[in-house]
């Protein structure tokens, strides 16, 4: 494991939370999980958000600085609270979410200091969840029109999401990730049928929203890569671990594969990069909540405890 490149930056956008666990509070919300991984691999990416004027955004802030996530663009909202979720697991240590609405994040603003801000980093990364309230929408949208490169997360949180809100994010996207669900609920709107194989349901989001990148992710099955301009495919296994929880599992795949695609152009192949984003899923998988403590030492034993010994199988 190698730490990116300070020069790469980032922001992300969204939602930040107390995740109510069994085992306690932990520290929550997928994009601000995906920005924790990107700076502990060396990428400096803020955390646009917002929160309330309360002890747990308070508190929130302060873990997040403590994790050397920078909060120079949290907003504070004097009305709304700090987000909370009730979180179960059950049996099959699969996650289960109940998202208090509204929150302070469901009102996140945008002036000419983020907007000049999202226009000089090298990527965005956003997500559906976010959207759920018209306010947050509409600031994202801005945004959206001055990112350089748009990723977008999808994550479909019942009852917050509908096919015309995430269409029009997807019309933005460069590049999105999902999960299998995902894949199918979105593609379904477009015109998919039980028929469909998942290659053709990528294929058909990808054509439809001229997406050019497109990660699906499979749970213990692995991921799928998905590249529209050369037209290829990579299937790349994940890690045979002790599931801990699978809370953050698909950010931390997200943010290892950003940090090592924008090192692509420095010799980095692809193959390295999917296994890098499959080795420190696999880390988080066993490790318990979405932001354990790691580092290069830590990384690199775990890889060679758990090698990846088919790599990525390479589909036409």
Request: charged share 25%; hydrophobic share 40%.
């Amino acid at each position: 494991m190698k730490n990116g490149d300070k020069s790469i930056q980032g922001i992300c956008f969204g939602e930040v939370l107390w995740d109510n666990l069994p085992t306690g509070k932990k520290l929550g919300g997928a994009p601000l999980n995906v920005a924790y991984h990107l700076n502990k691999l060396g990428v400096t990416t803020r955390m646009l958000t917002r929160i309330g004027r309360d002890d747990n955004g308070y508190e929130l802030r302060n873990v997040c600085e403590d994790l050397g996530i920078p909060t120079d663009f949290f907003q504070y909202d004097d009305l709304l609270p700090t987000s909370t979720v009730e979180v179960s697991i059950d049996a099959k240590r699969d996650v289960h979410y109940d998202i208090v609405y509204p929150v302070a994040w469901d009102r996140i603003a945008v002036d000419n200091v983020v907007l000049e801000a999202v226009a000089a980093v090298d990527f965005l990364v956003y997500g559906s969840l976010a959207c759920r309230d018209e306010v947050s929408f509409q600031s994202l949208l801005l945004l959206l029109e001055k990112a350089r490169f748009r990723v977008m997360d999808v994550n479909l949180r019942t009852p917050y999401f509908g096919p015309e809100k995430i269409h029009t994010l997807l019309g933005y996207a460069d590049f999105v990730k999902m999960n299998a669900e995902e894949l199918h609920v979105i593609s379904d709107w477009n015109g998919a049928t039980d028929t469909y194989t998942d290659q053709q349901r990528v294929d058909l989001i990808m054509e439809h929203f001229a997406i050019q990148e497109a990660i699906v992710t499979y749970g213990a099955d692995g991921a799928v890569y998905h590249y529209k301009k050369d037209n290829i495919s990579y299937h790349f296994p994940a890690l045979k671990v002790q599931v801990e929880d699978t809370i953050g599992s698909g950010d931390s795949f997200l943010a290892a594969f950003l940090t090592k695609r924008f090192q692509m152009q420095e010799g980095v192949q692809l193959e390295e990069v999917l296994e890098f984003a499959a080795t420190l899923s696999g880390f988080v998988t066993q490790s318990r909540g979405a932001c354990p403590e790691y580092n290069d030492e830590v990384i690199n034993r775990f890889q060679w405890l758990h090698p990846i010994f088919n790599g990525a199988q390479k589909q036409q």
